[in-house]
């Protein structure tokens, strides 16, 4: 393919969603305007705020990263679907068993040592997730009934599966919450940033110039890995050939021989899996337990993973980048003073839309000056 | 006096493609005049120049004498032309009146005056003879009624230039006399219709003149009852083109496919059987039976009882996947939807189903570099137009797509091909291409099992025709002593005379 036929194809894939962004911070600009107050105003004394000293921009830095990790897991998870034609809106429950069965693991198995403890509990979580998105699969495979009726109910059975748990048979004697005992000290995840003096206690760390106290953690870089590892999948192996081509068009894929069953069970097993992996971010990297009021509020974050993955187009690269304007939408909500944080939900949902609408009238623009007949 | 529609000179460019160039034509005032040629000629470009969905580049339009200067589909109606769409714009839940007033309703003060709505429907009807209930639902009525009353709604609007895209495309033939009918009475009251098509047979049946495009030119305009059907081919296609299959005499040899009394949805105690190096046709009117027969002998649907068997294995319950092994080829009846992933490449298109081969991937990754060479040698071999592995099959015309199928299935190397409509909507100098592909593989001792809405096909492509009336078949005839009457007769449910 030369760099000619490649252009317009890139163009017609990064335009929309730069638009969309423009459209929305527009948008943003005229509500600020509409409270009476001057958004350029806020906008630098949200950058006063954010480049205090002694640290200046950088925790701000880390905690965009903080925030845009779990919205790549749960890109990821809804573009992996997606592309089969499927619709996972179940990552919330998903993350849930997959934490679950991540804390338990790093309890447990505290005698593994590090180097089989920590592969041990992302592979449980991931088992935990794929089983969760498994069994809307199987439904949608065999019994045809809708994934999406199907993966929003189990949401509900997961939070109250995972309440119990950590509520009776497995809940930690010494917490005040519902959760399990603490992970090992050796299953935590190194945090990216530096503390100034390494306590006891604390996490192992990097040595990035990030505080410390910033969760943004390996979990990072595995997402990141994931995200090569989906694009790979997706366009370099054969079953992600018949991933796609049941996607696009499951009756051509099954009159050609594909089992579009085995096809649909193993695309919410994978989506189910990628979002459980999300545990190793929460779980072995950030609160090093598994607590389940915790764990609600970050599971949750998979709603915007829903976003992230439209907005990312469902490609991985459009995922990352995505995850990180959400990230830094999110961290700038904290940021904000003078106005209601509200308008970072109104932001957010405008980009969707302006997204949504951005995409289909420049697809529709496009082909009027292409289409010859 | 001035002609109905003049254009002179028109030129339309788009990114990369010249869809008209120096298009001269004219269609004088009372006349059926046909615009043929095959996909891609620009009429569709030229009429939506006309009717002012696009401005041209360059050149002249006249209507009635007086020059266009605006173009705008409200511009066109203001002049007289209205244009019935090959997929109708009708709201499904609206009535017959409510359809062709929208825009334009009658009104009492505020209210929408729908007694008034209806007869004035009423009348129009009545005065050009397109009889249909004003006051039903589009949604109850058939495919050759909702199409009255798109022309109700052109004629609605004061149009006497009306432009029909293709409008037999999606018509029974009883429907399609019908259509003949309401258009002789269209011209007898003054108006000018002008017909797109490329279905030669109709051409001649029902207009005056003809206009053919060829890759965006004009060829030039002929009478139509002067010139024969293979003249207008050689006009559209730009070199002589038979319209009949040449084929020697068939060599069946043993049974390939065997069917014993199959009973599943619609089929009736179904018994045939396909030999090597024949070609069985089944001739019948669309919905009795064929598409479920195709479906049981491709593995998209179970057999209820009797027997199914390809090369002596019994494949009654069996998928695609066994079918294929046991070596079938299809060309399935609905392109998009059953044989090509529209989205993917043409190379991706071409090892559809046979994408697990060992040539094709290792270690479970695609091997690229074997499915681009293969697609390269089958885009070559098979003539796909544009000669480009990585365009989107959505983006070929129909008889390209075609093609993409028929490369894929016979690379299968089969020894029974299932072909399905091989030729609707297709190219005439496709369907010349695709019925020699057809006649080669049985001459390589392929059973081939012909299913064709078009009997003029099956009789001209089989070598033995079963006729399938409500399930069932209901006679077996040998193409060479085949006439369309007695097959008619079969086909309507009559008795085989022998």
């Known amino acids: ?373 | 006096m001035p002609s109905a529609v003049e254009m002179i000179g028109i030129e339309k460019r788009f990114p990369r493609v010249v869809a008209n160039h120096d298009v001269n034509f004219s269609v004088e005032e009372g006349e059926i005049h046909a615009l043929v040629g095959e996909n891609g000629a620009g009429k569709s470009t030229l009429m939506k120049v006309l009717y002012g969905l696009y401005a041209p580049d360059g050149g002249t339009v006249r209507v009635f004498g007086k020059e266009m200067r605006e173009f705008s589909p409200a511009a066109a109606i203001a002049a007289g032309i209205g244009m019935v769409h090959q997929h109708f714009m009708l709201v499904p839940t609206l009535t017959v009146a409510e359809n062709v007033m929208l825009g334009m309703e009658p009104r009492r003060g505020p209210f929408f005056a729908r007694g008034r709505a209806e007869t004035e429907v009423g009348a129009l009807s009545e005065k050009y003879g397109l009889r249909v209930d004003p006051g039903a639902r589009i949604e109850e009525l058939s495919v050759g009624l909702e199409q009255r009353v798109e022309i109700l709604k052109v004629l609605a609007r004061g149009a006497r230039i009306l432009i029909l895209d293709e409008p037999t495309a999606v018509l029974t033939p009883q429907e399609v006399e019908d259509l003949y009918a309401t258009l002789r009475s269209l011209k007898a009251q003054g108006k000018t219709v002008i017909f797109i098509t490329h279905k030669l047979k109709e051409v001649r049946a029902i207009t005056d003149r003809l206009t053919v495009l060829r890759r965006g030119a004009t060829v030039g305009t002929v009478a139509s009852a002067e010139t024969s059907q293979e003249q207008i081919a050689e006009m559209m296609v730009g070199r002589p083109v038979s319209l009949r299959v040449e084929k020697t005499a068939a060599m069946p040899t043993a049974p390939v496919l065997e069917v014993r009394h199959l009973c599943a949805e619609k089929l009736n105690d179904v018994t045939l059987e396909v030999r090597a190096g024949e070609i069985l046709g089944i001739a019948g009117v669309e919905g009795n039976g064929q598409s479920e027969l195709l479906e049981c002998l491709s593995g998209l649907r179970e057999a209820e009882s009797g027997e199914v068997v390809l090369g002596g294995e019994d494949l009654s319950a069996a998928g695609p996947p066994a079918w294929f092994r046991a070596g079938l080829a299809v060309i399935p009846e609905d392109r998009l939807k059953r044989g090509l992933v529209g989205d993917y490449s043409v190379a991706d298109n071409l090892v559809l189903g046979r994408h697990r081969l060992p040539r094709y991937t290792s270690t479970g990754f695609v091997r690229a570099g074997a499915r681009d060479a293969d697609a390269e040698e089958l885009i070559r071999r098979f003539d796909v137009r544009p000669p480009e592995k990585s365009v989107e099959a959505r983006s070929l015309s129909g008889g390209n797509q075609q093609k993409v199928i028929i490369a894929r299935e016979l690379s299968r190397v089969p020894r029974f091909l299932l072909a399905a409509h091989p030729t609707r909507g297709v190219d005439i100098g496709a369907i010349e291409f695709i019925h020699k592909a057809i006649v080669a593989e049985r001459d390589r001792g392929v059973g081939v099992l012909l299913v064709s809405a078009e009997l003029s096909e099956v009789m001209a492509l089989s070598d033995r025709i079963a006729v399938m009336y409500g399930g069932r078949i209901v006679g077996v005839v040998s193409a060479a002593s085949a006439d369309e009457k007695s097959l008619g007769l079969l086909m309507a449910g009559g008795k085989a005379a022998s």
């Open chain 1, 1 to 373: 393919m030369n760099l000619k036929s490649l252009w317009p194809s890139l163009l017609s894939r990064v335009l929309p969603p730069v638009l969309a962004v423009a459209c929305a911070v527009v948008l943003g600009m005229l509500i600020v305007l509409a409270l009476r107050l001057n958004p350029f105003a806020v906008a630098s004394e949200v950058f006063t705020t954010a480049s205090m000293p002694p640290v200046g921009l950088r925790d701000d830095v880390g905690y965009v990263l903080a925030y845009a990790t779990p919205l790549i897991f749960s890109g990821l998870a809804v573009a992996v679907a997606f592309r089969a034609g499927l619709f996972n809106i179940g990552g919330m429950g998903q993350i849930m068993i997959g934490s679950l069965c991540c804390g338990l693991v790093g309890w447990k198995l505290a005698a593994l040592p590090m180097l089989l403890l920590i592969p041990a509990a992302i592979a449980v979580a991931a088992a935990g997730g794929a089983l969760w998105g498994a069994i809307a699969g199987a439904l949608k495979a065999w019994r045809g009934s809708h994934e999406v009726i199907i993966t929003i109910m189990l949401n509900f059975v997961a939070v109250a599966l995972t309440d119990w748990l950590a509520n009776g048979p497995w809940k930690d004697p010494h917490g005040m919450a519902a959760q399990l005992p603490a992970i090992a000290p050796h299953a935590r995840l190194a945090r990216l940033g530096t503390y100034p003096v390494a306590a006891e206690g604390t996490p192992p760390s990097l040595g990035l110039p990030i505080p410390g106290y910033v969760p943004v953690n390996l979990a990072l870089p595995i997402a990141l890995l994931l995200a090569a590892a989906v694009w790979v999948w997706l366009w370099r192996t054969t079953a992600g050939y018949e991933h796609r081509a049941v996607g696009h068009n499951p009756e051509a894929s099954r009159a050609a021989g594909i089992s579009v069953k085995r096809v649909t069970l193993r695309a919410m097993a994978l989506s189910g899996a990628l979002a459980g992996i999300s545990a190793s971010d929460l779980v072995l990297g950030y609160k090093h337990t598994f607590r389940q009021d915790d764990a609600m509020g970050y599971a949750g974050q998979a709603f915007v993973g829903i976003a992230v993955s439209l907005m990312g187009q469902n490609h991985p690269v459009g995922i990352v980048f995505a995850a990180l304007l959400f990230g830094a939408l999110q961290h700038t909500g904290v940021l904000l003073k003078t106005i209601p944080k509200d308008l970072i939900l109104i932001l957010q949902a405008a980009v969707i839309l302006f997204v949504i609408c951005g995409n289909e009238i420049f697809r529709r623009l496009l082909a009027r000056r292409v289409r010859p007949a």
